[in-house]
């Protein structure tokens, strides 16, 4: 089979708007926006709303909103344009018309009339004589008078495709080499429907035909149809596009497909997330989601799992794209989310991704104070939701204090803890400057006066002035806290240390 004629190189992502967008789907989608950046092409956003029964008014949204959070921008398609649209496709209804009239005039397709009762029975004696389901063909050897007397009749009817009987159909896939499929194996597919619509079949290929598609990058599970878009192909005497069906994804156990059923814990303990809006709720960030979804499938190479957008449409080749499906391992995403916010973020940037979180968790921003927070917290993320846990406690309106006992720290009791946070409070408000290295200055050697570790007196001050016992770094949280908010959570720690102290 040849490729196709055209040299700028024109791909789509064709979802089905039936809902949510799945992480298959925004790999399936990634890889072809890769392919059109690699070459310089066009990467085109196609929606496939054929199916009115499993139509979802939101989806159009989610898929857009997956797409740009991704950053897979579209060159053509809704919202944007272009010069095939419409690229809805409830708004080509006549286009497929016109070509499954064009098949029935050129005999090529065939009204058929059959109800689905006899459909349905046609099913039932071919099971009991343990064949595999399927039309009979019956409305394609109708005569011409016995069609004119159905139409006259009225009778609603769908439109087959003549397949070839005899022979075999091989589609050469870019990944998988030539796949060869027997003919008689094959259906005669429905191509318009009773309702109008045409068939997800009928509509793509003409769609990818009139839209100059020249790569059809698209989930293996449509291998399947490839046979019987080549011979749609050749029935209209159109070129078809080149075509490489991408590894499916599974679950990170390698068994089963990945779905919606996939969501929850695996085996291993594994948390699985399948819809993009997931990973996004869960706090990964887009870059590393792209970088993860790069290497599921394809590999960048040179053993190397971190690398950017850029780097990746340099060395994208879909030649090298995988043919068994992959394993989808969750917990790389984990590590790899880790890296991008600890390393490839600007502080800014940091800053700018934890805001809506803290908000999420209604908390209050002030911009100044999380430029301030925000060289505390980065080394220490994994994810942007860390920092509720770790540094929420800035941006709580009310501050309320540990109880009591938590102050308390190893090997100490509340007489000595209320001591030491005495003695820190003196030191604390003697100082000129309320900074780093002056803290440390006074506060190591009063540990040591008082006969303390380090980490037992900073313990039991941390406490005292974040409630956390584990949190941002000490003095730097004091710093950003202020002379007076620090004294004033001390004051409170030594006032409650005092009824332990008296019950003792
Ligand atoms: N509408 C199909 C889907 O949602 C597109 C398959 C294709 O790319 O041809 O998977």
Same mark, same amino acid.
């Given at each position: 089979?040849?490729?196709?004629?055209?040299?700028?190189?024109?791909?789509?992502?064709?979802?089905?708007?039936?809902?949510?967008?799945?992480?298959?789907?925004?790999?399936?989608?990634?890889?072809?926006?890769?392919?059109?950046?690699?070459?310089?092409?066009?990467?085109?956003?196609?929606?496939?709303?054929?199916?009115?029964?499993?139509?979802?008014?939101?989806?159009?949204?989610?898929?857009?909103?997956?797409?740009?959070?991704?950053?897979?921008?579209?060159?053509?398609?809704?919202?944007?344009?272009?010069?095939?649209?419409?690229?809805?496709?409830?708004?080509?209804?006549?286009?497929?018309?016109?070509?499954?009239?064009?098949?029935?005039?050129?005999?090529?397709?065939?009204?058929?009339?059959?109800?689905?009762?006899?459909?349905?029975?046609?099913?039932?004696?071919?099971?009991?004589?343990?064949?595999?389901?399927?039309?009979?063909?019956?409305?394609?050897?109708?005569?011409?008078?016995?069609?004119?007397?159905?139409?006259?009749?009225?009778?609603?009817?769908?439109?087959?495709?003549?397949?070839?009987?005899?022979?075999?159909?091989?589609?050469?896939?870019?990944?998988?080499?030539?796949?060869?499929?027997?003919?008689?194996?094959?259906?005669?597919?429905?191509?318009?429907?009773?309702?109008?619509?045409?068939?997800?079949?009928?509509?793509?290929?003409?769609?990818?035909?009139?839209?100059?598609?020249?790569?059809?990058?698209?989930?293996?599970?449509?291998?399947?149809?490839?046979?019987?878009?080549?011979?749609?192909?050749?029935?209209?005497?159109?070129?078809?596009?080149?075509?490489?069906?991408?590894?499916?994804?599974?679950?990170?156990?390698?068994?089963?497909?990945?779905?919606?059923?996939?969501?929850?814990?695996?085996?291993?303990?594994?948390?699985?997330?399948?819809?993009?809006?997931?990973?996004?709720?869960?706090?990964?960030?887009?870059?590393?989601?792209?970088?993860?979804?790069?290497?599921?499938?394809?590999?960048?190479?040179?053993?190397?799992?971190?690398?950017?957008?850029? %780097?990746? @449409?340099?060395?994208?080749?879909?030649?090298?794209?995988?043919? $068994?499906?992959?394993?989808?391992?969750? =917990? +790389? #995403?984990?590590?790899?989310?880790?890296?991008?916010?600890?390393?490839?973020?600007?502080?800014?940037?940091?800053?700018?991704?934890?805001?809506?979180?803290?908000?999420?968790?209604?908390?209050?921003?002030?911009?100044?104070?999380?430029?301030?927070?925000?060289?505390?917290?980065?080394?220490?993320?994994?994810?942007?939701?860390?920092?509720?846990?770790?540094?929420?406690?800035?941006?709580?309106?009310?501050?309320?204090?540990?109880?009591?006992? %938590?102050? @308390?720290?190893?090997?100490?009791?509340?007489?000595?803890?209320? $001591?030491?946070?005495?003695?820190?409070? =003196? +030191? #604390?408000?003697?100082?000129?400057?309320?900074?780093?290295?002056?803290?440390?200055?006074?506060?190591?050697?009063?540990?040591?006066?008082?006969?303390?570790?380090?980490?037992?007196?900073?313990?039991?001050?941390?406490?005292?002035?974040?409630?956390?016992?584990?949190?941002?770094?000490?003095?730097?949280?004091?710093?950003?806290?202020?002379?007076?908010?620090?004294?004033?959570?001390?004051?409170?720690?030594?006032?409650?240390?005092?009824?332990?102290?008296?019950?003792?």
């Amino acid at each position: 089979m040849s490729t196709t004629p055209f040299s700028d190189v024109r791909v789509r992502f064709a979802p089905s708007p039936t809902g949510p967008m799945h992480i298959g789907g925004a790999r399936t989608a990634l890889f072809n926006w890769l392919f059109a950046r690699h070459n310089g092409g066009k990467f085109i956003l196609r929606i496939e709303d054929t199916d009115q029964k499993r139509f979802d008014p939101n989806a159009l949204d989610q898929i857009t909103g997956a797409l740009r959070w991704l950053g897979l921008d579209w060159d053509e398609g809704p919202e944007v344009g272009g010069p095939y649209g419409p690229y809805v496709q409830s708004e080509r209804l006549d286009l497929y018309h016109q070509w499954a009239n064009w098949l029935l005039e050129h005999d090529k397709a065939y009204k058929c009339f059959c109800t689905p009762e006899r459909l349905e029975q046609v099913n039932k004696e071919k099971e009991a004589r343990k064949e595999p389901p399927g039309y009979d063909r019956h409305c394609r050897y109708l005569s011409r008078d016995e069609v004119a007397q159905n139409e006259a009749e009225g009778k609603s009817y769908i439109v087959r495709f003549k397949m070839p009987l005899e022979g075999e159909t091989t589609v050469y896939d870019l990944i998988r080499g030539d796949v060869t499929f027997d003919n008689s194996t094959l259906q005669d597919l429905v191509l318009l429907k009773s309702d109008g619509y045409p068939t997800y079949h009928l509509a793509n290929v003409v769609d990818d035909h009139l839209m100059h598609i020249t790569h059809i990058l698209r989930a293996n599970e449509w291998l399947s149809s490839a046979p019987l878009h080549y011979q749609l192909y050749q029935a209209f005497g159109w070129p078809m596009p080149a075509i490489a069906h991408l590894p499916v994804l599974l679950n990170p156990n390698g068994k089963g497909k990945l779905s919606k059923r996939s969501t929850g814990f695996t085996e291993g303990g594994q948390k699985v997330l399948v819809l993009v809006k997931e990973f996004q709720e869960a706090g990964y960030l887009p870059e590393a989601v792209v970088n993860f979804l790069t290497n599921v499938g394809w590999s960048f190479g040179d053993e190397r799992e971190v690398f950017t957008v850029e %780097e990746s @449409i340099e060395r994208f080749d879909i030649t090298k794209v995988q043919a $068994a499906n992959s394993a989808f391992p969750m =917990e +790389k #995403l984990d590590w790899l989310n880790g890296v991008y916010i600890r390393e490839k973020l600007s502080p800014e940037e940091l800053a700018a991704r934890l805001k809506p979180v803290l908000e999420r968790h209604g908390l209050t921003v002030d911009d100044d104070l999380l430029r301030h927070v925000v060289p505390l917290v980065q080394i220490r993320l994994k994810s942007p939701e860390d920092i509720v846990e770790l540094a929420g406690f800035f941006f709580r309106d009310d501050f309320t204090p540990a109880p009591p006992q %938590e102050l @308390i720290q190893k090997k100490m009791d509340a007489a000595q803890t209320r $001591a030491a946070l005495e003695r820190t409070y =003196e +030191k #604390l408000a003697a100082m000129d400057e309320f900074e780093h290295d002056r803290m440390d200055a006074e506060l190591r050697p009063l540990a040591e006066e008082l006969g303390l570790s380090a980490g037992q007196l900073f313990g039991a001050l941390r406490v005292a002035i974040t409630a956390q016992a584990v949190a941002t770094p000490l003095f730097e949280t004091m710093m950003i806290l202020g002379k007076e908010t620090t004294l004033a959570r001390i004051k409170q720690a030594i006032d409650s240390l005092n009824i332990l102290v008296n019950e003792a």
